[in-house]
């Protein structure tokens, strides 16, 4: 479940931590946004914080989640 979302990342809330850890490449999808690609900078038990990519794709997706979600 994503938590905390902004242009920048994500925290996500996860069943298990353990194969995660920082510098780990990840994706991620979601309902609303669909995947979108980054980078762990976080984890902590049940949460990994994510640093999205900085590419057209993810800030495409996140600008219209925003738009259109959180308007």
Avoid: Q, W
Avoid at 11 to 23: E, F, N, Q
Avoid at 45 to 53: A, H, L, N, V
């Amino acid at each position: 479940m994503a938590d905390n979302l902004s242009m920048n990342g994500m925290d996500a809330l996860m069943h298990d931590t353990s194969g995660h850890a920082v510098g780990n490449h990840v994706e991620v999808f979601n309902d609303k946004l669909g995947y979108v690609a980054g980078y762990v900078r976080s984890v902590r038990t049940r949460r990994i914080g994510i640093e999205f990519d900085t590419n057209t794709n993810n800030y495409a997706k996140i600008a219209a989640f925003f738009r259109n979600y959180r308007g």
